[in-house]
Protein backbone atom coordinates (compact mmCIF):
# COMPACT_ATOMS: atom_id res chain seq x y z
CA UNK A 1 0.00 0.00 0.00
CA UNK A 2 1.20 3.91 -0.71
CA UNK A 3 -0.08 6.57 0.77
CA UNK A 4 0.85 10.11 1.47
CA UNK A 5 -0.60 13.72 2.58
CA UNK A 6 0.51 16.92 1.48
CA UNK A 7 -0.70 19.68 4.30
CA UNK A 8 -1.72 22.31 1.22
CA UNK A 9 -2.34 21.02 -2.22
CA UNK A 10 -1.16 24.61 -3.54
CA UNK A 11 2.42 22.50 -2.92
CA UNK A 12 1.63 19.71 -5.22
CA UNK A 13 -0.14 21.55 -7.91
CA UNK A 14 2.43 23.96 -8.81
CA UNK A 15 5.26 20.98 -8.83
CA UNK A 16 2.48 19.04 -11.40
CA UNK A 17 2.03 22.50 -13.32
CA UNK A 18 5.72 23.14 -13.72
CA UNK A 19 6.31 19.80 -16.00
CA UNK A 20 2.50 19.64 -17.44
CA UNK A 21 3.92 21.06 -20.69
CA UNK A 22 6.85 19.74 -21.12
CA UNK A 23 5.74 16.13 -20.81
CA UNK A 24 2.46 14.23 -21.08
CA UNK A 25 2.89 10.62 -19.91
CA UNK A 26 5.04 9.69 -17.07
CA UNK A 27 5.87 7.12 -13.90
CA UNK A 28 5.57 7.97 -10.71
CA UNK A 29 7.82 5.69 -8.68
CA UNK A 30 7.42 5.39 -4.94
CA UNK A 31 9.37 3.97 -2.19
CA UNK A 32 10.11 4.84 1.45
CA UNK A 33 13.03 7.29 -0.17
CA UNK A 34 9.39 9.19 -1.47
CA UNK A 35 7.98 10.27 -4.42
CA UNK A 36 10.12 10.37 -8.03
CA UNK A 37 9.76 11.21 -11.75
CA UNK A 38 11.93 11.18 -14.14
CA UNK A 39 10.97 11.84 -17.88
CA UNK A 40 12.14 13.15 -21.07
CA UNK A 41 10.24 15.08 -23.36
CA UNK A 42 8.85 13.77 -27.19
CA UNK A 43 11.83 15.16 -28.82
CA UNK A 44 14.35 13.82 -26.18
CA UNK A 45 16.48 17.27 -26.10
CA UNK A 46 15.13 17.69 -22.34
CA UNK A 47 14.76 15.92 -19.73
CA UNK A 48 12.98 16.49 -15.92
CA UNK A 49 13.74 14.85 -12.60
CA UNK A 50 12.31 15.31 -9.32
CA UNK A 51 12.02 14.05 -6.09
CA UNK A 52 9.08 14.94 -2.95
CA UNK A 53 11.34 13.40 0.11
CA UNK A 54 9.03 11.17 2.58
CA UNK A 55 10.36 13.10 5.53
CA UNK A 56 8.89 16.54 4.05
CA UNK A 57 5.22 15.01 3.68
CA UNK A 58 2.49 15.22 6.65
CA UNK A 59 2.11 11.62 6.34
CA UNK A 60 4.00 8.58 4.37
CA UNK A 61 3.54 5.15 4.20
CA UNK A 62 4.62 2.93 1.36
CA UNK A 63 5.55 -0.72 2.37
CA UNK A 64 6.96 -1.70 -0.73
CA UNK A 65 8.25 0.46 -3.95
CA UNK A 66 5.64 0.91 -6.26
CA UNK A 67 4.76 2.46 -9.94
CA UNK A 68 2.29 4.56 -11.36
CA UNK A 69 2.00 5.42 -14.96
CA UNK A 70 0.05 8.48 -15.25
CA UNK A 71 -0.99 11.09 -17.73
CA UNK A 72 0.16 15.16 -16.50
CA UNK A 73 -2.28 16.57 -17.95
CA UNK A 74 -5.09 14.30 -16.30
CA UNK A 75 -3.91 14.53 -13.24
CA UNK A 76 -3.43 18.25 -13.55
CA UNK A 77 -7.68 18.21 -14.50
CA UNK A 78 -7.94 16.35 -11.33
CA UNK A 79 -5.65 18.42 -9.50
CA UNK A 80 -7.91 21.83 -10.56
CA UNK A 81 -10.86 20.02 -8.59
CA UNK A 82 -8.45 21.04 -4.79
CA UNK A 83 -8.42 23.95 -2.94
CA UNK A 84 -5.20 25.64 -2.54
CA UNK A 85 -5.50 25.44 1.19
CA UNK A 86 -6.99 21.69 1.31
CA UNK A 87 -4.91 18.45 2.47
CA UNK A 88 -4.71 16.24 -0.21
CA UNK A 89 -3.89 12.66 0.13
CA UNK A 90 -2.46 10.38 -2.42
CA UNK A 91 -3.48 6.84 -1.98
CA UNK A 92 -3.16 3.24 -3.75
CA UNK A 93 -2.92 -0.23 -2.66
CA UNK A 94 -0.91 -2.71 -4.37
CA UNK A 95 -1.43 -3.60 -8.03
CA UNK A 96 -3.88 -0.88 -7.97
CA UNK A 97 -5.49 0.27 -11.25
CA UNK A 98 -6.35 3.20 -10.10
CA UNK A 99 -4.87 6.03 -7.91
CA UNK A 100 -6.81 7.88 -5.68
CA UNK A 101 -6.49 11.46 -4.43
CA UNK A 102 -8.18 12.24 -1.53
CA UNK A 103 -8.77 16.13 -0.76
CA UNK A 104 -9.88 17.63 2.74
CA UNK A 105 -11.57 21.13 3.60
CA UNK A 106 -9.51 22.86 6.04
CA UNK A 107 -12.20 22.82 8.64
CA UNK A 108 -13.42 19.42 7.68
CA UNK A 109 -16.10 21.10 6.00
CA UNK A 110 -16.01 19.22 2.43
CA UNK A 111 -14.33 15.85 1.83
CA UNK A 112 -14.04 14.94 -1.68
CA UNK A 113 -12.07 11.91 -3.55
CA UNK A 114 -11.04 11.43 -7.38
CA UNK A 115 -9.49 7.98 -8.61
CA UNK A 116 -7.33 8.49 -11.61
CA UNK A 117 -6.76 5.72 -14.29
CA UNK A 118 -3.46 4.32 -14.30
CA UNK A 119 -1.57 3.68 -17.49
CA UNK A 120 1.34 1.06 -18.24
CA UNK A 121 4.31 2.34 -19.83
CA UNK A 122 7.16 0.92 -21.44
CA UNK A 123 9.65 3.91 -20.16
CA UNK A 124 13.48 2.93 -19.39
CA UNK A 125 14.91 4.86 -16.33
CA UNK A 126 17.66 6.64 -16.98
CA UNK A 127 20.60 6.91 -14.95
CA UNK A 128 22.32 10.69 -14.56
CA UNK A 129 25.80 10.80 -14.08
CA UNK A 130 27.19 13.05 -11.60
CA UNK A 131 29.67 15.45 -13.78
CA UNK A 132 31.80 17.93 -12.59
CA UNK A 133 30.67 21.28 -14.24
CA UNK A 134 32.73 24.32 -14.80
CA UNK A 135 30.55 27.04 -13.61
CA UNK A 136 27.65 26.87 -11.25
CA UNK A 137 25.49 30.13 -10.86
CA UNK A 138 22.82 30.79 -7.82
CA UNK A 139 20.23 33.58 -9.85
CA UNK A 140 17.09 34.64 -8.32
CA UNK A 141 14.53 32.98 -10.23
CA UNK A 142 12.23 35.87 -10.70
CA UNK A 143 15.30 37.25 -12.31
CA UNK A 144 15.92 34.40 -14.70
CA UNK A 145 12.67 34.45 -16.01
CA UNK A 146 12.45 38.09 -16.70
CA UNK A 147 15.54 37.80 -18.39
CA UNK A 148 14.15 35.06 -20.39
CA UNK A 149 11.18 36.45 -21.13
CA UNK A 150 12.67 39.40 -22.59
CA UNK A 151 15.58 37.93 -24.48
CA UNK A 152 13.04 35.66 -26.07
CA UNK A 153 11.64 38.55 -27.98
CA UNK A 154 14.79 38.81 -29.97
CA UNK A 155 15.86 35.31 -30.36
CA UNK A 156 14.97 31.73 -29.84
CA UNK A 157 18.56 30.94 -28.61
CA UNK A 158 20.40 31.63 -25.82
CA UNK A 159 23.96 32.00 -25.09
CA UNK A 160 25.20 31.90 -21.66
CA UNK A 161 28.78 33.19 -21.12
CA UNK A 162 30.49 33.33 -17.54
CA UNK A 163 33.49 34.07 -16.43
CA UNK A 164 34.22 34.59 -12.48
CA UNK A 165 33.44 37.96 -12.28
CA UNK A 166 30.03 38.17 -14.40
CA UNK A 167 27.69 36.00 -16.35
CA UNK A 168 26.28 37.75 -19.31
CA UNK A 169 22.78 36.48 -21.25
CA UNK A 170 23.04 37.02 -25.10
CA UNK A 171 20.92 36.44 -28.10
CA UNK A 172 20.88 37.77 -31.47
CA UNK A 173 18.24 37.74 -34.48
CA UNK A 174 17.03 38.96 -37.83
CA UNK A 175 15.65 41.96 -35.72
CA UNK A 176 19.22 42.57 -33.93
CA UNK A 177 21.12 41.51 -30.88
CA UNK A 178 21.12 42.09 -27.12
CA UNK A 179 22.84 41.22 -23.87
CA UNK A 180 21.86 41.65 -20.14
CA UNK A 181 24.98 41.25 -17.89
CA UNK A 182 24.65 40.45 -14.35
CA UNK A 183 28.01 41.13 -12.31
CA UNK A 184 28.80 38.16 -9.02
CA UNK A 185 27.12 39.43 -6.55
CA UNK A 186 26.82 37.60 -3.22
CA UNK A 187 24.96 40.30 -0.99
CA UNK A 188 22.28 42.86 -1.80
CA UNK A 189 18.57 42.38 -3.40
CA UNK A 190 19.13 40.29 -6.05
CA UNK A 191 22.28 38.45 -5.64
CA UNK A 192 23.98 36.68 -8.04
CA UNK A 193 26.83 34.10 -7.03
CA UNK A 194 29.29 32.82 -9.77
CA UNK A 195 31.39 29.43 -9.32
CA UNK A 196 33.50 29.40 -12.28
CA UNK A 197 36.44 27.23 -12.82
CA UNK A 198 37.24 29.27 -16.42
CA UNK A 199 34.85 30.85 -18.39
CA UNK A 200 32.62 29.22 -20.71
CA UNK A 201 29.86 29.85 -23.13
CA UNK A 202 27.11 28.03 -24.69
CA UNK A 203 23.64 27.95 -26.08
CA UNK A 204 20.47 26.86 -25.31
CA UNK A 205 16.50 26.54 -26.97
CA UNK A 206 15.12 29.74 -25.04
CA UNK A 207 11.55 27.94 -25.65
CA UNK A 208 12.75 24.83 -23.02
CA UNK A 209 13.76 27.60 -20.61
CA UNK A 210 10.59 29.47 -20.20
CA UNK A 211 9.19 25.95 -19.88
CA UNK A 212 11.64 25.28 -17.30
CA UNK A 213 10.35 28.59 -15.46
CA UNK A 214 7.16 27.95 -14.84
CA UNK A 215 8.96 26.09 -11.73
CA UNK A 216 10.33 29.61 -10.55
CA UNK A 217 7.19 29.46 -7.99
CA UNK A 218 8.78 26.65 -5.87
CA UNK A 219 11.72 28.88 -5.32
CA UNK A 220 13.44 31.80 -4.87
CA UNK A 221 16.45 30.78 -5.73
CA UNK A 222 17.47 28.54 -9.29
CA UNK A 223 21.13 27.11 -9.82
CA UNK A 224 22.48 26.80 -13.38
CA UNK A 225 25.37 24.51 -14.17
CA UNK A 226 26.97 24.87 -17.27
CA UNK A 227 29.16 23.25 -18.97
CA UNK A 228 30.36 22.15 -22.71
CA UNK A 229 29.36 19.12 -24.03
CA UNK A 230 27.17 18.89 -20.75
CA UNK A 231 23.51 19.27 -20.26
CA UNK A 232 22.31 22.26 -18.76
CA UNK A 233 20.99 21.75 -15.27
CA UNK A 234 18.64 24.14 -13.98
CA UNK A 235 18.03 22.82 -9.99
CA UNK A 236 15.15 24.48 -7.96
CA UNK A 237 15.34 23.47 -4.38
CA UNK A 238 11.89 23.72 -2.30
CA UNK A 239 10.14 22.70 0.63
CA UNK A 240 8.81 18.91 -0.14
CA UNK A 241 12.25 18.42 -2.14
CA UNK A 242 14.13 19.15 -5.63
CA UNK A 243 13.34 19.39 -9.14
CA UNK A 244 16.16 18.91 -12.05
CA UNK A 245 15.49 20.08 -15.49
CA UNK A 246 18.38 18.65 -18.27
CA UNK A 247 18.75 20.47 -21.61
CA UNK A 248 21.08 19.77 -24.47
CA UNK A 249 22.99 22.47 -25.55
CA UNK A 250 22.38 23.79 -29.34
CA UNK A 251 25.13 22.67 -31.55
CA UNK A 252 26.71 25.26 -33.23
CA UNK A 253 26.49 24.67 -37.46
CA UNK A 254 29.70 27.34 -37.71
Given at each position: ?F???IAKA?SFK????S?????????FE?SQ????????DA??V??????????Q???????Q??V?G?N?G??AK??????ND????????????K?S?????R???K??Q?????M???TE??GI????Y???I?I????F???????S?I?D?????IN????T???G?D??????T???R?T??N???I?A????A??Y????????N???V??D??I????E???L??H?Q??L??????L????N??
Open positions: MQASLKIIEVRELVVDVNVDGLALQAMSHALVSFILNANFEEFECNPQFVINLILKCADDRITIRAESNASLFIFEGQDELSFNLNLTLDQLPDHETAVHKSDETRICRELQSTLTIDKEKVFRVGLGDGEILKHEGKPTIEHEPVCSAMRYLNLFKASLSEILSISNLPIVFFEGNIKFYAPKVDE
